[in-house]
């Protein structure tokens, strides 16, 4: 069976520091792989998405940036943080190329700018 | 920008009554997903519809599809308190490989 996984499951950090966040999908292979960030009380934002090893499409300007160094490693990151940047982050992936499909989501990660 | 806007934006409801949620968009789709969310965890996938279909049922949902209208209804029958979450209805529109999701419903469930 497949599983995702990300981590780490809550940061706090300050702003101006780097930020890493991680995740990995398990059981399956090539998928399409999605961070989406959802603010309190708000919907979810798609932030990137990739359909293949190396491959990054951004959605929203920002100062986070993807990286997918492996098929199924997926990590966003930033190299100095803004107060905006706190929220819920969420991995994703779907087992068909080249169509939507269903998500399956990861337990997400929440980051708090101080 | 988000395609899919759900209605209403809370809902209050005893247990054991029937939770309708409806959701609306502006453009055509392949197909439209909900999703719930429990406080503080990921989403997970309820059920799929395509644009083909009116109407598709799971265990105690009901969703609806009227493309004619751009909008769905996902009726949860026989509630029950363990159904508080959110919802969250998603779009695909079928071009790329992205999911458009609305703001989400809030589903309050009393015992």
């Known amino acids: 069976s497949q599983t995702i996984h990300q981590w780490p499951a809550t940061l706090v950090q300050p702003v101006g520091s780097p930020l890493s966040l991680e995740c990995t999908v398990e059981g399956t292979s090539n998928p399409n792989l999605y961070w989406y960030r959802q603010a309190a009380g708000r919907g979810l934002q798609l932030l990137f998405y990739s359909v293949g090893i190396g491959q990054i499409s951004s959605e929203v300007p920002q100062n986070l940036s993807a990286s997918r160094p492996q098929d199924r490693q997926f990590i966003l990151s930033s190299k100095k943080l803004l107060l905006s940047d706190s929220g819920f982050y969420l991995c994703?992936?779907?087992?068909?190329?080249?169509?939507?499909?269903?998500?399956?989501f990861g337990e997400g990660s929440r980051l708090t700018v101080l | 920008s988000q395609q899919g806007e759900e209605d209403p934006q809370a809902l209050s409801i005893q247990e054991g009554e029937n939770a309708t949620m409806n959701c609306s968009y502006k453009t055509s789709i392949n197909n439209l997903q909900w999703y719930r969310q429990n406080s503080g965890r990921g989403l997970v996938h309820l059920i799929l519809i395509r644009s083909n279909e009116r109407e598709k049922h799971s265990g105690r949902l009901r969703v609806t599809l009227d493309t004619s209208k751009k909008s769905s209804s996902l009726l949860i029958t026989a509630s029950r308190a363990a159904d508080t979450a959110s919802y969250f209805c998603?779009?695909?529109?079928?071009?790329?490989?992205?999911?458009?999701f609305g703001k989400g419903i809030t589903l309050s469930v009393r015992p």
């Open positions: 994703a992936w779907t087992r068909l190329a080249g169509s939507t499909g269903e998500l399956f």
């Open positions: 998603a779009t695909d529109p079928g071009a790329n490989s992205k999911l458009t």
